[in-house]
């Protein structure tokens, strides 16, 4: 297993360890929250801009939700290197076709984002209901089957190619309770965009 930096050191950070060929869980922030992508355009942009970078970068997408103030998902990076020119890329241009269609030239979108390396099948599959489960940890319903449902989200991909049995079954095997990586941000990273 070789291990990367992700980037020069700078004066006053630490550098960015990336290990090649894992799978990370990824989440991201707008600035202050804000619902900046809070159309379904805006939002299929986005997935767009997602698709074409990890063909780009060969990278393989488990699970996904995209909210308009956040996303969360998990994913499997062949070069580890490339984990934040992904991000940094698809900040950038999702900064730039937003602020052009608001209007609104250099608005900040993004605040940090939160990569964890998976290490086991059971971090994975937490990992992964984590994210089945985000429409109802984020009240868009009260009730999981609907939650399956959600479509900007795995979610409705899952349940076409497994069925609903199968993500009961991975929850019920892998329960999330007082399981919060949004809260963990020991390994947050600062970008611009
Ligand atoms: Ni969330």
Redesign the pocket.
């Known amino acids: 297993m070789s291990v990367r930096l992700s980037s020069k050191p700078r004066a006053g950070r630490l550098p960015h360890l990336y290990a090649d060929g894992f799978t990370y869980f990824l989440?991201a922030r707008t600035h202050d929250q804000k619902h900046y992508l809070d159309t379904d355009a805006k939002k299929q942009l986005f997935i767009q801009i997602w698709n074409t970078l990890i063909k780009d970068y060969t990278i393989q997408t488990y699970h996904w939700?995209l909210?308009s103030n956040?996303y969360?998902a998990l994913i499997y990076v062949p070069i580890g290197d490339t984990l934040p020119r992904l991000i940094n890329r698809l900040h950038s241009t999702m900064t730039l076709k937003l602020n052009r269609i608001d209007n609104t030239p250099g608005r900040k979108i993004w605040n940090q984002y939160w990569d964890h390396c998976v290490r086991n099948e059971v971090d994975f599959w937490k990992h992964f209901n984590y994210i089945t489960a985000?429409p109802v940890?984020?009240q868009w319903c009260k009730d999981l089957a609907i939650g399956f449902t959600y479509p900007h989200s795995g979610n409705p991909q899952w349940v076409q190619k497994q069925g609903t049995d199968f993500l009961y079954e991975r929850i019920w095997s892998y329960p999330i309770r007082e399981f919060q990586p949004?809260e963990n941000k020991s390994s947050s990273r600062d970008i611009t965009g």
């Open positions: 989440t939700i909210w956040h969360h985000n940890k984020h949004e």
